[in-house]
Structure formats: structure tokens, C-alpha cells
């Protein structure tokens, strides 16, 4: 049994995979979602991963997945873990030292679209799902903006990184650069071309699908 620890990105808590956690469940998993104290204004990232780690202790094999912001703090709490990978979903994926404001200047981000969080976030997703998905919002601390990422790079062979292409919030761009296009799980052939989604240029990894 694989244990899979889910953190959420900004603004969002562990509410966001009520919809993951059954279907991982259902496959035999351990799945927990904690939410992260990213609404602490004297929250730290290393306060991050270690309350996400916190929720897995004594977990054997694990699995950390950080959606969005939540790419922050996955490769922390993996350490913490000895996890078996770090998958980045639609992820920022830090460099020692860079701060998450930072990272959005470094890898040349654009948004799609700032009409407000239906356009930007919810724009294929059922209006009940999203209503209630903003109804649950949390504040984001501006000093984890800020504070330089703690971090050591989490080992490429141990990450994956799914690549989103159809969303308002991020526009694919040459500029970032596309990952190789080998892929530890083959793009099925109805997805649509990887697309260089700006988290993926950084580390560059083998390990890549989009979807």
C-alpha cells in the first residue's frame, strides 16, 4: 500500500482533493490531505512540511504530490518522509534559495486570463463544484511568497511532473522550454501535445505527461 500525501497550492486547503482521496482509497491507497498552515502569516516552509509530513508519520512507502504552490512544499515534506517520489501537478517547482514570487519572473509566467477565479480556475469545472470550491478558500501568507525556498533540489529520478494544457491560469509558452519527451507513462494518444507548462522547464526531467 502506497501512502500518497496530497498538498494543496495557494489559497486552497485539504478540501481541494476530496474528489482524489476515494478513487485512491478505492485502489487499495492510503490518501491524506492536510491542511497546510499557508495561512499563518507567521508560517515558515519549513512550518509547511512539516505539518504535511506530520500527517504521514509512520507511513512506509510514500508518495508526495503538490498541486500548484503546493510544489513548494512537496520536495520538503518528502525529505522528511524518505519518500518514494515527489509528483508536481501543474507545479511550481523551486530552486534553492528562490523565493514563489521570484519564481513566477524566472520562468517568464503569463496569465491566460484574470477575470476572477471562475475564468481563471473553475472555467471547465461543474458551477456546484466551483461555487463550493470557493466557498472553501483560505487566505495565503504573504511571507511564504517571499521567503528564499529552504530546500535542497529533490532528486529528478524521484519526481514526476504532469504538465497541464488546457487551463486559465497558465498559458504554455515556448519560452519556458518543453521537457524530453520520453515519458515514464505513455501520453495517451487523445491527450493533447506536451505543452511547456512554465513549472516544467525547472528541473528538466524525463518523467513527464500532459494532460
Known sequence: MTTFVLLHGSGDGGWAW????????????????????TDRADATWADVANAAAHAAVGAEDVVVVG???????APLAA????????????GLVPQPGESAADWFDHVGWTAVTDDGPLATYYHDVNPALAAEAIA???????????????????????????????????RPTSS??????????????????????PSADRPRSPRCSSV
Do not use: M
Open 18 to 37: 476530496h474528489l482524489v482521496q476515494p478513487e485512491l482509497w478505492d485502489l487499495g491507497h492510503d490518501a491524506v490531505a492536510p491542511d497546510l498552515p
Open 67 to 73: 498541486h500548484s504552490a503546493g510544489g513548494f512544499a
Open 79 to 90: 525529505g522528511r518522509l524518505d519518500a518514494r517520489l515527489v509528483v508536481h501537478l501543474a
Open 136 to 170: 472553501h478558500e483560505r487566505p495565503t501568507s504573504e511571507r511564504l511568497s517571499t521567503e528564499p525556498w529552504p530546500g535542497p533540489p529533490w532528486p529528478p529520478e524521484r519526481t514526476r511532473y504532469v504538465v497541464t494544457a488546457h487551463t486559465g491560469s497558465w
Open 176 to 197: 519556458a522550454g518543453s521537457p524530453p519527451s520520453a515519458s515514464g507513462s505513455p501520453t495517451p494518444p487523445s491527450s493533447p501535445p506536451a505543452t511547456a507548462h
